[in-house]
């Protein structure tokens, strides 16, 4: 498994990094066979969060007894002291261990700062040891790069995939320049590509994206394992297939960034973009409830003004 060094936290990180939204999906028996075949083989950074239901459990069932030797980078919603402070006594609960290697700030929409509470809250956490390195995961490109700019995180995860804009892809180059690790969450466009060699060539080709792959199946992780023992190039038919799938799918791919909201009728426009591939990746049950088929009903109200088109 090839590791490269993961920006000034120094740590070195297997390139395909495990990406656990979709373990929610399985039994706990299951998650925990396809974690450890994951550690096996040499994937060695996981990545969770506090909303991801009892995905942070699920690793500390599987990996407890290895984990001076993995990397796990989880997050939190919160913005206040009391709620950040919340989160992470119940994530080293649920995660069997004292301290995380990497704590982000779970898309906030706005950049936290040396000055204000989260990030001074996130700062007294590391001073007591229970995180290592900041974070900042974000669906909005501007929030994106004030992070990297700011030089105040160690972390950014963005979405990053072969249908990723020119200028959502000149993230690479910014946080090597800032010395930033750097994760790329939905690096399969949330799932609208099917073609992962596709993705793991293309992400191989920047010298220090991590992409994180959601893995619910076992013959998913083997594929995955089958490219780090025989690398993809990035062929001329390899980038010929990239650019059908972005014609064809770089319109569909929501990336949640929110800049079409806010809509007068009320429609959740970035997650009723996204309800198919959620229901398919993630827990069904968080978005079966009676609120969320009431905010799905949403879309009837249309009014077609447009406001969201571009």
Known sequence: ????????????????????????????????????????????????????????????????????????????????R?????DIDESLKDLQTDYIDVYQFHNPSFVPKPSDEPFETMMELKKQGKIRFIGITNHDKNIAIEAVESKNYDVLQYPLSPISTEDELKLSKMCLDNDMGLLAMKALSGGLITNAKLSFAFLRSFPNIVPIFGMQYMWELEEFISYEKNPPKLTEEILSLIEKDKKE??????????????????????????????????????????????????????????????
Not at 82 to 86: C, W
Not at 291 to 310: F, R
């Open 249 to 310: 799918l770089a319109g569909s791919f929501c990336r949640g960034c929110g800049y079409c909201l806010p809509c007068p009728a009320e429609i959740p426009i970035p997650m009723a973009a996204r309800i198919s591939l959620l229901l398919r990746r993630a827990n069904p049950a968080s978005y079966t409830t009676d609120e969320w088929i009431e905010d799905m009903n949403k879309i009837d109200n249309c009014i077609d003004c447009g406001n969201c088109k571009s």
């Open 82 to 86: 009391s709620e950040i402070l919340k």
């Open 1 to 80: 498994m090839e590791k490269i060094r993961f920006g000034k936290t120094n740590l070195m990180v297997s390139r395909t990094s495990f990406g656990a939204i979709p373990i929610q999906r399985l039994s706990f028996d299951e998650s925990t066979a396809l974690l450890r075949h994951a550690y096996d083989e040499g994937i060695n950074l996981f990545d969770t969060a506090r909303g991801y239901t009892d995905s942070e459990e699920r690793i500390g069932l599987a990996l407890k007894d290895v984990r001076k030797d993995i990397i796990i980078t989880t997050k939190t919603p919160s913005l206040t």
